[in-house]
């Protein structure tokens, strides 16, 4: 068994923070970059990211720092800063790490100016290095915490995915294995605008039965699109796809569900968006995802009508008539 001892987490947001404590509390020895100097000095400090995770004390153990150079010589990086960031840090990043040197891909994005998934922007950036996404239904807090959860680690090197899963396993944390890098994170990317049109139908009030066909529907609109990126359907019937669509479509602890809400109930995108220093990443997925889906001709409503409310002015109530409105067609 391969255990990547030495872990240097970049990205001193929920998530960042959250893996970093789970690979600490595994034993591990982890640093954590966050860009931000009042989140190295507040974990250092106070054993507390009071920016991004207040309220979960984190393992002494775990050291912050703001300097990229402190990643080289690790065994394992895991790439957790927002997806519009990742060219860019991993840029910076690039001359302190080894060819060899595994990366964990954990943000769930499509690169809004190229149409990329995150796996294709790391090869762009360092095309040597092995890759690795891990996805699936976590949220930081509860992973924090310490509460169980189950994710996909999927390479195309299943090997390095194997010791990633020995290295970060534990009880409280179940990796499954997957080849399928394509289908881990198309279901990232897609649930979250799927969760603001979630959030919308709650903010709404429009019940239930809405939300549970809002899951389905958008759930076909995921494998559409997955499959026309080279996904497996079955990936995205798994952990990284449905699982996480489920959990976030059925709590406003998903900052994507929340945006949506708050839109159903009347407040514009401006006033939600002033002032968020946590990211929502559907916002930025779902102008891109509409256009390809436009452009490609797969067949996307719900995330054209996220789309139309959050970028093109679109009313809520009349985005999700037009949405009812649409002709009767099969449903598979
Ligand atoms: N929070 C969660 O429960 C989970 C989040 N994720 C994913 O992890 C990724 C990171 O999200 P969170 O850790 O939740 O972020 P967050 O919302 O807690 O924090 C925002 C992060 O963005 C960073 N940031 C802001 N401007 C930046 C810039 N110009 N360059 C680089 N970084 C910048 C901040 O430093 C901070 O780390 C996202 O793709 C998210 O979808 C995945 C699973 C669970
Ligand atoms: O990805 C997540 C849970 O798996 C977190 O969802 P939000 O970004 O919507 O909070």
Redesign the pocket.
């Given at each position: 068994m391969t255990i990547y001892h030495k872990i240097t987490v970049i990205?001193?947001?929920?998530?960042?923070?959250?893996l970093a404590s789970m690979a600490t509390r595994a034993g591990r020895e982890v640093t954590l970059w966050?860009?931000?100097d009042d989140?190295v000095t507040s974990i250092n400090e106070t054993h507390e990211n009071k920016d991004?995770?207040p309220g979960i004390t984190l393992p002494e153990g775990l050291k912050a720092t703001s300097k990229l150079a402190d990643a080289e010589g690790s065994d394992v990086i895991l790439m957790?800063?927002?997806?519009q960031?990742v060219r860019?840090?991993a840029q910076d990043l690039k001359s302190f790490l080894k060819e060899s040197t595994p990366i964990i891909l954990?943000?769930?994005?499509i690169e809004q100016s190229t149409g990329k998934m995150m796996n294709e922007v790391m090869s762009e950036v360092l095309p040597k290095s092995p890759l690795v996404v891990l996805s699936g239904p976590?949220?930081?807090?509860e992973v924090a915490k310490g509460l169980p959860a189950a994710v996909t680690i999927a390479s195309r090197y299943q090997q390095i995915a194997q010791n990633v899963a020995d290295t970060l396993g534990q009880t409280t944390f179940r990796p499954y294995l997957s080849r399928d890098v394509v289908g881990a994170e198309v279901g990232?990317a897609v649930k979250?605008v799927l969760a603001v049109a979630c959030g919308i139908v709650a903010g709404l009030e429009l019940g239930e039965n809405a939300r549970a066909a809002l899951i389905t529907r958008g759930m076909a609109e995921m494998v559409r699109f997955g499959e026309a990126r080279g996904a497996k359907r079955e990936t995205m019937m798994g952990l990284c796809g449905l699982g996480d669509l489920i959990l976030t479509c059925s709590s406003t602890q998903s900052?994507n569900m929340s945006l949506g809400m708050a839109l159903g109930q009347g407040k514009s995108v401006e006033q939600i968006m002033m002032g968020r220093?946590?990211?929502a990443?559907g916002y930025h997925t779902a102008s891109i995802l509409a256009d390809i889906a436009e452009q490609e001709s797969i067949d996307m409503p719900i995330a054209a009508a996220v789309h139309k409310i959050l970028h093109q002015g679109g009313d809520v109530a009349k985005v999700v008539e037009d949405l009812m409105r649409r002709p009767y067609v099969s449903e598979l």
């Amino acid at each position: 068994m391969t255990i990547y001892h030495k872990i240097t987490v970049i990205g001193g947001g929920a998530w960042g923070t959250a893996l970093a404590s789970m690979a600490t509390r595994a034993g591990r020895e982890v640093t954590l970059w966050a860009r931000e100097d009042d989140v190295v000095t507040s974990i250092n400090e106070t054993h507390e990211n009071k920016d991004f995770l207040p309220g979960i004390t984190l393992p002494e153990g775990l050291k912050a720092t703001s300097k990229l150079a402190d990643a080289e010589g690790s065994d394992v990086i895991l790439m957790v800063v927002p997806a519009q960031f990742v060219r860019a840090v991993a840029q910076d990043l690039k001359s302190f790490l080894k060819e060899s040197t595994p990366i964990i891909l954990c943000a769930k994005g499509i690169e809004q100016s190229t149409g990329k998934m995150m796996n294709e922007v790391m090869s762009e950036v360092l095309p040597k290095s092995p890759l690795v996404v891990l996805s699936g239904p976590t949220f930081a807090h509860e992973v924090a915490k310490g509460l169980p959860a189950a994710v996909t680690i999927a390479s195309r090197y299943q090997q390095i995915a194997q010791n990633v899963a020995d290295t970060l396993g534990q009880t409280t944390f179940r990796p499954y294995l997957s080849r399928d890098v394509v289908g881990a994170e198309v279901g990232g990317a897609v649930k979250n605008v799927l969760a603001v049109a979630c959030g919308i139908v709650a903010g709404l009030e429009l019940g239930e039965n809405a939300r549970a066909a809002l899951i389905t529907r958008g759930m076909a609109e995921m494998v559409r699109f997955g499959e026309a990126r080279g996904a497996k359907r079955e990936t995205m019937m798994g952990l990284c796809g449905l699982g996480d669509l489920i959990l976030t479509c059925s709590s406003t602890q998903s900052r994507n569900m929340s945006l949506g809400m708050a839109l159903g109930q009347g407040k514009s995108v401006e006033q939600i968006m002033m002032g968020r220093k946590s990211v929502a990443e559907g916002y930025h997925t779902a102008s891109i995802l509409a256009d390809i889906a436009e452009q490609e001709s797969i067949d996307m409503p719900i995330a054209a009508a996220v789309h139309k409310i959050l970028h093109q002015g679109g009313d809520v109530a009349k985005v999700v008539e037009d949405l009812m409105r649409r002709p009767y067609v099969s449903e598979l």
